[in-house]
């Protein structure tokens, strides 16, 4: 089994920045793609970004696109998304998710190629 921990959320001001780090632990394995989503209150859970574990590819939703950046290190199992500045639209539980290469070749921007995640970590951006 997999554990992924999400840490880095919290408090802050529209214009200023987080990031977020998830650590992978248990039982290891090559994955194929590590990414973020989140959920706001009321809304369904959305695609945030993604990077290819082999070749460091990267994803992001337009939403985020030019304000974050996901990057890995692969001997940590860790995985980081730095967003810069934030808005109040920002505001949700952020989740890691991992890919296994099962799932090779299939789109990083959906769900259901994750089996693996995190608890969630709150991010919220005051106006």
């Known amino acids: 089994q997999v554990q992924l921990v999400e840490s880095g959320g919290g408090l802050v001001q529209a214009g200023g920045s987080l990031r977020l780090s998830c650590a992978a632990s248990?039982?290891?394995?090559?994955?194929?793609?590590m990414g973020w989503f989140r959920q706001a209150p009321g809304k369904e859970r959305e695609f945030v970004a993604a990077?290819?574990?082999?070749?460091?590819?990267?994803y992001y939703a337009d939403s985020v696109k030019g304000r974050s950046t996901i990057s890995r290190v692969n001997a940590k199992n860790t995985v980081y998304l730095q967003m810069n500045t934030l808005k109040p639209e920002d505001t949700a539980v952020y989740y890691c998710?991992?890919?296994?290469?099962?799932?090779?070749?299939?789109?990083?921007?959906?769900?259901?190629?994750?089996?693996?995640w995190g608890q969630g970590t709150q991010v919220t951006v005051s106006s």
């Open positions: 248990g039982r290891t394995f090559n994955y194929y793609a």
């Open positions: 990077i290819n574990w082999s070749d460091g590819s990267t």
């Open positions: 998710a991992a890919s296994t290469l099962e799932y090779y070749s299939l789109s990083v921007y959906r769900e259901t190629i994750y089996p693996y």
